[in-house]
């Protein structure tokens, strides 16, 4: 019984968890379409013209997002960098 205990290792708890998924863009879009509705005498339109807006103003925000940013200062600092090595490597190397 002492021995049986011994060897066993301890198991995870497990929970019943569920989780939510919650799109603060999808919502927004949502109550978008819901008001161009009640504005406009055919809904199909109104739909239409808000999801075109809609994609037109995310396409801006992600094509000027700072995440882009930082990856094109990142990239640049890279070259920099492999040309400060490459004039370094080029100087030692005709020293001799």
Sequence with gaps: ??????????RPRQFNYQTRYYDAEREDLEIRV????????????????VRLSYEF????????????????RSRLRFILILLVIAYFCYRVLMKW
Excluded: D, G, L
């Design 57 to 72: 103003t995310s396409m801006r925000s992600r094509m000027h997002s700072p995440r882009k940013r930082e990856i094109s």
């Design 34 to 49: 819901k008001a161009a509705r009640q504005a406009s005498n055919n809904p199909e339109v109104a739909e239409r013209q």
């Design 1 to 10: 019984m002492i021995f049986s205990r011994f060897f066993k290792t301890a």
